[in-house]
């Protein structure tokens, strides 16, 4: 019983496939002796026939359509009549008809011929009217010698470049390719349709030259430190030959170069190099210059270059002003440390190599200015003060004290000095104090002392 039921379902389906087939020849290849819209009955072998451009257009498309009668004879009585299935309004009388529809359907179209009344022949033509369907290309990525897989995601129909019918089509291309195709909701190939109602795109096959995988990491590196470099959508990683992780750590005292070996996520292996390049520890030092001659030594007021003087051909250097120059020049007022950090291999940021300088810079006042030990009242120097040449350039003031601290004399000009004597009288003799100060472009340099007071 239970094989008579599988006997049965088989003859059932087979019924049903002969009955689908039946129905697309009839489509395809519509019969004679379909009643015609006049209700006349065009018999078998019929001596005309439609012949036509297109069967399938696009809505809003034409079909031009032509009712072949080259077999009814030489009569010039012949009558034509387009008609289509379920209406009774006459579509066209001429020999040629031109179709158009304004949605998607399916109609089968008519042409009787007649000579003076009497029907000649007949034909049926089914045209199918559609859109262009809604699609998806798909692409793909490959290694040399494995298959690829391209399509297009929508539709009902599809030819390929490659005379292939499916949406998707399996390749094996030796080299990037492009493969174009035809895409309907209705046959396009197939024998019987003449299609114009399809979209036409392209699906690209990317065949690889090398691996895809990256290398990132340390492409620099400080003497005595290590490297740690990275592979990045890569698998099955082998570091100049070794197998290793995908970041592996190398021990560098000298340039090295990396030959890695792996394999992308297209399923390519290949190799690709790395280099790593041992930077130098900083080393250098600050040179002060006045007038282009090196010194540690600044005069108050005088300009001082501060340059670095270093081996390193490649370095970032950050002054304690902020600078990021190669040199800078101050106008120093006191002695002061100048520093700078230096970098090398890379940007301050990023340097991988980093160290201090330091340099120690005495300013001096360079204005020779001297003062006596002692003063004699009523003596060959009438007055006491500083003793050189006066800059006009600079500002003064010079004061003197008595041993209670009373200032005794002050004056603003280099060149006045004081007579010994205090309210309109001489003072006694005795130690007393000066105090001397210079002020040159908002820059004071002062000096303090004893004198003696003889009499």
Same mark, same amino acid.
């Given at each position: 019983?239970?094989?008579?039921?599988?006997?049965?379902?088989?003859?059932?389906?087979?019924?049903?496939?002969?009955?689908?087939?039946?129905?697309?020849?009839?489509?395809?290849?519509?019969?004679?002796?379909?009643?015609?819209?006049?209700?006349?009955?065009?018999?078998?072998?019929?001596?005309?026939?439609?012949?036509?451009?297109?069967?399938?257009?696009?809505?809003?498309?034409?079909?031009?359509?032509?009712?072949?009668?080259?077999?009814?004879?030489?009569?010039?009585?012949?009558?034509?009549?387009?008609?289509?299935?379920?209406?009774?309004?006459?579509?066209?009388?001429?020999?040629?008809?031109?179709?158009?529809?304004?949605?998607?359907?399916?109609?089968?179209?008519?042409?009787?011929?007649?000579?003076?009344?009497?029907?000649?022949?007949?034909?049926?033509?089914?045209?199918?009217?559609?859109?262009?369907?809604?699609?998806?290309?798909?692409?793909?990525?490959? %290694?040399? @010698? +494995?298959? &690829? !897989? /391209?399509?297009?995601?929508? $539709?009902?129909?599809?030819? *390929?470049?490659?005379?292939?019918?499916?949406?998707?089509?399996?390749?094996?291309?030796?080299?990037?390719?492009?493969?174009?195709?035809?895409?309907?909701?209705?046959?396009?190939?197939?024998?019987?349709?003449?299609?114009?109602?399809?979209?036409?795109?392209?699906?690209?096959?990317?065949?690889?030259?090398?691996?895809?995988?990256?290398?990132?990491?340390?492409?620099?590196? %400080?003497? @005595? +430190?290590? &490297? !740690? /470099?990275?592979?990045?959508? $890569?698998?099955?990683?082998? *570091?100049?030959?070794?197998?290793?992780?995908?970041?592996?750590?190398?021990?560098?005292?000298?340039?090295?170069?990396?030959?890695?070996?792996?394999?992308?996520?297209?399923?390519?292996?290949?190799?690709?190099?790395?280099?790593?390049?041992?930077?130098?520890?900083?080393?250098?030092?600050?040179?002060?210059?006045?007038?282009?001659?090196?010194?540690?030594?600044?005069?108050?007021?005088?300009?001082?270059?501060?340059?670095?003087?270093?081996?390193? $051909?490649?370095?970032?250097?950050?002054?304690?002003?902020?600078?990021?120059?190669?040199?800078?020049?101050?106008?120093?007022?006191?002695?002061?440390?100048?520093?700078?950090?230096?970098?090398?291999?890379?940007?301050?940021?990023?340097?991988?190599?980093?160290?201090?300088?330091?340099?120690?810079?005495?300013?001096?006042?360079?204005?020779?200015?001297?003062?006596?030990?002692?003063?004699?009242?009523?003596?060959?120097?009438?007055?006491?003060?500083?003793?050189?040449?006066?800059?006009?350039?600079?500002?003064?003031?010079?004061?003197?004290?008595?041993?209670?601290?009373?200032?005794?004399?002050?004056?603003?000009?280099?060149?006045?000095?004081?007579?010994?004597?205090?309210?309109?009288?001489?003072?006694?003799?005795?130690?007393?104090?000066?105090?001397?100060?210079?002020?040159?472009?908002?820059?004071?340099?002062?000096?303090?002392?004893?004198?003696?007071?003889?009499?």
């Amino acid at each position: 019983m239970f094989r008579l039921r599988i006997i049965g379902l088989f003859l059932l389906m087979l019924s049903s496939g002969v009955m689908a087939q039946e129905d697309w020849f009839i489509k395809a290849f519509p019969q004679s002796d379909v009643a015609n819209a006049a209700n006349l009955s065009a018999a078998s072998g019929s001596p005309v026939k439609i012949s036509y451009d297109a069967n399938v257009i696009c809505v809003g498309g034409t079909a031009k359509l032509s009712a072949d009668c080259s077999s009814c004879g030489s009569s010039a009585n012949l009558a034509f009549g387009w008609f289509k299935l379920g209406d009774t309004d006459t579509l066209g009388k001429s020999k040629t008809f031109t179709y158009t529809s304004s949605e998607e359907e399916e109609a089968c179209l008519f042409v009787n011929v007649t000579e003076n009344g009497v029907l000649v022949g007949a034909d049926t033509l089914w045209i199918y009217t559609t859109s262009v369907p809604d699609y998806t290309m798909v692409h793909d990525t490959i %290694c040399p @010698g +494995l298959e &690829a !897989t /391209v399509g297009a995601d929508g $539709g009902e129909y599809w030819a *390929w470049s490659t005379s292939g019918t499916a949406s998707f089509i399996n390749i094996r291309p030796a080299q990037t390719t492009v493969y174009k195709v035809r895409i309907s909701n209705y046959p396009i190939l197939q024998l019987g349709y003449i299609n114009t109602c399809y979209a036409e795109d392209s699906a690209i096959v990317t065949v690889k030259d090398t691996a895809s995988f990256k290398i990132s990491g340390n492409g620099e590196v %400080c003497d @005595g +430190l290590d &490297a !740690t /470099v990275r592979v990045e959508e $890569g698998t099955d990683v082998l *570091w100049n030959g070794v197998p290793g992780e995908t970041s592996q750590q190398f021990a560098v005292t000298e340039d090295m170069l990396l030959n890695v070996t792996a394999t992308d996520r297209f399923g390519c292996r290949g190799t690709k190099q790395w280099s790593i390049r041992v930077v130098e520890n900083p080393d250098g030092r600050i040179v002060a210059y006045v007038n282009d001659e090196p010194t540690d030594t600044v005069c108050i007021g005088a300009a001082v270059r501060l340059e670095i003087e270093s081996e390193l $051909g490649d370095f970032q250097c950050r002054w304690f002003t902020r600078d990021t120059v190669e040199y800078i020049e101050l106008y120093p007022q006191s002695d002061f440390t100048a520093y700078c950090d230096v970098a090398a291999g890379g940007s301050m940021q990023e340097g991988l190599c980093k160290a201090r300088f330091e340099k120690n810079i005495m300013i001096k006042n360079c204005h020779n200015v001297y003062f006596a030990s002692g003063y004699v009242l009523d003596g060959f120097n009438k007055t006491y003060g500083p003793i050189g040449e006066e800059d006009t350039t600079r500002t003064y003031e010079f004061r003197i004290f008595n041993h209670n601290g009373t200032m005794v004399f002050q004056t603003t000009k280099f060149t006045e000095g004081w007579d010994g004597r205090y309210k309109g009288k001489q003072v006694p003799p005795g130690v007393y104090v000066y105090t001397y100060r210079e002020t040159y472009r908002q820059l004071s340099w002062e000096r303090r002392g004893t004198f003696a007071v003889i009499k």
